[in-house]
């Protein structure tokens, strides 16, 4: 078993550069022990233990190597695993009449304790039997271990996993109801995996879906898998950018970026360059690893409208280029409309992070909250955006960045609960501050596909994953198509929140169980918002305002946001719960406008803080928890 498969060996692979730095605990173990039973017993009745069942752990390395670890269920269950040296495990169980269990992301409490494992009967369980093969597509040669998800549309019912043999075929006992299938291949001597949903469809909206109706067997839901994989590749992107008079536009920027959903992965700029004098440009990536195989394009110029590849305003409708071995794409050429001189407001900004560093190359969106359109800006390299040739309106604003979690302006996950801004004139200061994203390093993925309720894929809906304690652990941006991938999850109840400016906001509950399958679905059916602007915020906010700190409880650092009316000298103070003055964030004259300053308690100890917005005829205390 050297080819084991599954999309979470990314996940896996991160985990392993960082472990011995971030748990060192985990890396000092080096035994496992645990029983394996029978699905569906619990603490309350006797727990049915499985006899001779394979529990076998694996990880692949930078170099692509797999190491590998078994043990064998004694008469009560139990296995022990030792001498396992120092990485992050994926845990394959298996047993003769059971269907088989995948649980990824091992991490150092699971280490230390009896991991319970717990298989479902195929013997009495309903369904259907299906089959197929995994093959590569430029032969005949099959494909073994790769694994296969059945990955069921209601999180009541448990997906199915199934494991391909030495001549690519598999087959597994699936109970009725609807499923998504996907197909994930990693190669023994390459750290690459490659994943896609039945069909090659690379992404969870193209996917079809198998109905098993328990009565007839299905034959043939196969996977033809690109030749190329888990070998280095080059690809070179060449084109022309004219404007709509076909005047070719020399020194327009051309980025080059990593396309988001389809292999776990997000957007980030891979390289740079500028058209020549015939408009002409050339970028060539050089032996990219395979993790890297989808890619969107922008062109942009003062003067003109920022265009994505194919003629798309925003990123996330940007048309996805994918290739797996060296490939030249030609022709990219980009028609760049000039900005309308009858539009003439735009709103600027900073976008920094909570040590207040600039983001550069964040994605600034600008939805009309009247038409839905969006307009779309890139952060320099010190964190400022400017979105021109604006029409007068009100918009809101969402801010998204690589590594952080993204927000609609000020500091909202929905739109509705967003500070709006109302474009009369030029708006500056709208400055965002980014949260990093803390997502872990387990393994679970919560998948979805969002469309209007006219059947139309919605690009650009913000999608957070929350904890059952309100905290935020994950967050995406739906593509083109709809879709949006949130990896990392651990065990628990989780509540997505779907929202796009225009259309009313949507929450569904989920639970990830890693003895269930490593995927959940969450689907969302939006509707057009019969309210369009809930509030507005001018260019100069009408009264001094202290926000509530946002994220609270905190740990380590939080974002205080205030409002000023008017110039004046403006104090910010931090306070423990016994009046004494901890820290000052603001003390000096500040003009009229909104502002966001971060709190870094890293040095002090858990507890409630209060802060204090002071002026010449406004004071304003709020309390904030900071919990280590």
């Not at 197929?132 to 009541?156: C, H, M, W, Y």
């Not at 709809?482 to 509950?509: C, E, K, P």
């Amino acid at each position: 078993m050297k080819k084991l498969t599954q999309s979470f060996f990314y996940l896996s692979l991160i985990f392993f550069l960082f472990a011995a730095k971030q748990y060192p605990q985990m890396m000092m173990q080096d035994t496992l022990r645990g029983h394996v039973y029978v699905a569906n017993s619990n603490d309350e009745s006797p727990r049915v233990p499985i006899a001779n069942a394979t529990v076998s752990l694996h990880s692949f390395t930078m170099l692509g190597d797999s190491t590998f670890y078994s043990a064998t269920t004694d008469s009560t269950g139990a296995f022990v695993i030792g001498g396992i040296k120092n990485a992050n495990y994926v845990i394959f169980c298996s047993a003769s009449g059971y269907t088989t269990l995948v649980r990824q992301g091992l991490d150092f409490e699971d280490m230390n304790s009896s991991i319970n494992l717990y298989l479902h009967d195929t013997l009495s369980a309903s369904g259907e039997t299906l089959s197929g093969r995994v093959k590569f597509d430029e032969s005949d040669t099959p494909i073994s271990q790769a694994i296969i998800e059945f990955i069921s549309l209601s999180n009541t019912t448990p997906n199915v996993f199934a494991t391909t043999d030495s001549m690519g075929f598999y087959s597994a006992k699936v109970p009725a109801g609807q499923y998504y299938v996907s197909c994930t291949v990693s190669m023994n001597d390459s750290a690459a995996f490659f994943h896609e949903y039945y069909e090659n469809a690379p992404s969870i909206s193209q996917a079809k879906i198998i109905n098993v109706n328990g009565m007839e067997p299905m034959d043939n839901i196969s996977f033809e898998i690109p030749q190329h994989i888990g070998m280095k590749h080059t690809i070179t992107f060449s084109g022309n950018v004219q404007s709509t008079t076909s005047t070719p536009i020399d020194s327009a920027r051309i980025d080059i970026l990593t396309a988001a959903g389809e292999d776990h992965g997000d957007r980030a700029l891979l390289a740079s360059t500028r058209t020549d004098a015939n408009g002409n440009f050339s970028i060539t990536l050089d032996s990219l690893s395979q993790t890297i195989s989808s890619f969107m394009i922008a062109a942009h110029k003062e003067g003109y409208k920022l265009q994505f590849y194919n003629n798309q305003d925003a990123f996330f409708d940007a048309t996805v280029l994918r290739a797996f071995n060296d490939t030249t794409f030609s022709n990219l050429n980009f028609s760049l409309v000039q900005a309308d001189t009858n539009n003439k407001f735009s709103i600027s900004g900073t976008v920094t992070d909570s040590a207040g560093m600039g983001i550069k190359n964040a994605f600034v969106t600008a939805f009309d909250s009247a038409s839905g359109q969006s307009r779309v800006a890139i952060s320099d390299s010190n964190g400022n955006y400017s979105i021109r040739e604006l029409a007068q309106g009100t918009y809101y604003l969402m801010f998204y960045a690589k590594g952080y979690e993204p927000q609609f302006y000020l500091n909202a996950d929905k739109w509705e609960s967003a500070t709006s801004v109302v474009v009369n004139d030029t708006v500056n200061n709208l400055n965002a501050v980014l949260i990093t994203n803390n997502n872990s390093v387990f393994g679970g993925d919560v998948i979805g596909d969002i469309h209007s309720d006219k059947g139309t894929p919605l690009a650009g809906v913000l999608v957070t994953l929350k904890d059952s304690t309100g905290e935020t652990v994950g967050s995406a941006v739906t593509d083109a198509n709809g879709s949006y991938t949130i990896s990392g999850l651990a065990q628990g109840n989780y509540t997505v929140v779907a929202s796009i400016s225009t259309y009313s906001s949507q929450n569904q509950t989920t639970t990830y169980d890693p003895n269930s399958g490593s995927t959940t679905v969450s689907n969302f059916t939006m509707t057009q918002s019969v309210t369009a602007v809930k509030s507005h915020v001018s260019n100069t906010p009408s009264n001094f305002v202290l926000e509530n700190n946002y994220p609270n409880p905190f740990n380590p650092s939080t974002i205080i946001g205030f409002s000023v009316p008017y110039s004046t000298h403006v104090t910010l103070d931090i306070f423990n719960v016994l009046g004494q003055k901890v820290a000052t964030l603001v003390n000096k004259n500040l003009s009229a406008g909104q502002y966001n300053y971060s709190f870094d308690a890293s040095r002090f100890a858990s507890g409630v803080y209060l802060y204090r917005l002071q002026t010449d005829n406004f004071v304003s205390v709020k309390k904030m928890i900071l919990s280590k």
